[in-house]
């Protein structure tokens, strides 16, 4: 079983829509725990941040972690065709500063926004 | 603002060739990490590099080198390469926050 298991779509839905995406992982050592959009064959574009548990916002995106199920979230608002894109959960248990950890990513999500 | 820079951006190699990728992370960064993406697949961590010194190290063969200069870019060093070998190279750069920002790749073919 991986470390880090995501729904790899697709998911298409319609503008407008609100997105869920989520993870789920097993190492209860993860504190650092982000979310990455890749549009093909580029790289991946940090999207959300986050530490420990709880949500943060940012513009139309926001991000849940809730430790104690081992379980995170990425909603998108108002999805617009441009939101078309993989989605990639990605999480770490190390600080940085004075060790760099390497990221644990899910297989990805595709997502798809009608017109 | 800066961004990581990768170099080469395509590179096509044949087997038992080697290739050198290289990686210059956003500016005062001093974290730099290399990851290998299959078609289709997650990136999966190779190793990383803070301060110039080796930080950690992930699924890296052992035919695969890296290191960081004193001005913090960062190469990559394959050797022996194999058909499987062919991926996007991926180099990520970050600071103390703990957000890694990736560049936009080296596309690896070996034939």
């Known amino acids: 079983q991986k470390e880090v298991e995501q729904d790899p779509g697709p998911l298409s839905v319609p503008e407008g829509a609100i997105v869920s995406l989520n993870c789920t992982y097993s190492n209860s050592a993860f504190q650092y725990f982000m979310w990455y959009r890749q549009y093909s064959r580029k790289g991946p574009e940090l999207l959300m941040y986050t530490y420990s548990s709880g949500n943060k916002e940012d513009g139309r995106f926001t991000a849940q972690v809730d430790k104690s199920s081992k379980y995170i979230s990425l909603f998108i608002r108002d999805s617009q065709p441009s939101d078309s894109a993989t989605y990639l959960c990605a999480m770490s248990s190390k600080y940085s500063g004075g060790g760099a950890d390497g990221l644990t990513f899910g297989k990805g999500t595709h997502l798809i926004i009608q017109p | 603002a800066a961004g990581v820079i990768q170099s080469p951006r395509h590179l096509i190699k044949e087997k038992r060739e080697t290739a050198t990728l290289k990686c210059y992370p956003i500016?005062?960064?001093?974290?730099v990490y290399w990851y290998q993406q299959g078609p289709g697949q997650d990136p999966q961590f190779l190793i990383s590099?803070?301060?110039?010194?080796?930080?950690d190290k992930g699924s890296i063969p052992d035919r695969f080198s890296a290191q960081q200069f004193s001005d913090y870019h960062s190469e990559l060093n394959m050797s022996s390469l194999e058909l499987g070998d062919s991926a996007l190279y991926f180099c990520?750069?970050?600071?103390?926050?703990?957000?890694?920002?990736f560049g936009p790749g080296t596309r690896l073919t070996v034939t």
């Open positions: 590099f803070y301060e110039k010194m080796q930080s």
């Open positions: 990520a750069s970050s600071t103390d926050a703990d957000e890694q920002y």
């Open positions: 500016p005062r960064h001093d974290t």
